[in-house]
């Protein structure tokens, strides 16, 4: 799986998570630029991303997420 | 005393149970505060004509109770409730004794929540009236 198709899985899974059709993700989207990305939002998210991926991430790695493309990095590492 | 488990003290797996009863008067007060009086709660007569055997114990009322498991016991103080669905099989009625048993099926580490699974059954004959799940945050951990 490429970085590039991780990004449009991940743009589908915010289109779905916050039932938003405009959101379009880039690598240094961050939480202030989708007004409903809160710490809350983030938990839901974050399980959103162990299922549709398969993968299991820790809270250390959650914690050091600054934005998508960090999101990116972290997944295609888990895929790897 | 509540409970106030922190995130490394809970266990997949782990079970809680807790048995609850209601009475006509907590009807009566969930009528008047949530101002949900259909007639199949609030009347006998109405309930009766609708193949209940007595006025019908409100669902959201059920879902008290799960409430009062997760924030005093399963994990009691720390916990913050971020997700509930449940699926209601059979009416329960005043005075009826049931069991809220509540299991542990999941734990997130990612972000330090736990999934709780629920059932919900009649003590006198095991006859499942309701069942569900919960998100709870952990937020002491």
């Not at chain 2, 990612?110 to 629920?118: A, G, L, N, Q």
């Amino acid at each position: 799986m490429t970085k590039d198709i991780i990004l449009e899985v991940l743009t589908e899974l915010f289109i779905s998570f916050f039932d938003e059709d405009s959101i379009q993700l880039k690598i240094d989207t961050t939480a202030k630029d989708i007004e409903d990305w809160d710490s809350l939002a983030q938990v839901g998210i974050i399980l959103s991303i162990e299922k549709k991926f398969g993968i299991k991430l820790n809270s250390l790695e959650v914690g050091k997420l600054e934005n998508v493309g960090a999101m990116i990095d972290l997944i295609y590492e888990k895929k790897s | 005393m509540n409970s106030n488990l922190k995130f490394h003290e809970l266990t997949k797996g782990q079970i809680v149970n807790q048995v609850e009863k209601f009475s006509i008067k907590d009807i009566d007060s969930f009528i008047n505060f949530s101002g949900d009086n259909s007639s199949i709660h609030a009347s006998k007569n109405e309930a009766e004509s609708k193949g209940f055997r007595d006025r019908v114990i409100h669902g959201a009322m059920i879902i008290s109770k799960v409430s009062k498991l997760i924030g005093t016991i399963l994990p009691g103080d720390s916990a913050l409730l971020l997700n509930i669905n449940f699926d209601f099989k059979q009416p329960l009625y005043a005075e009826d004794w049931f069991q809220i048993s509540a299991k542990i099926v999941e734990k997130h580490s990612s972000v330090e929540c736990i999934t709780i699974k629920f059932d919900i059954f009649l003590i006198d004959n095991n006859i499942k009236i309701a069942k569900g799940s919960a998100l709870v945050k952990i937020h002491n951990a």
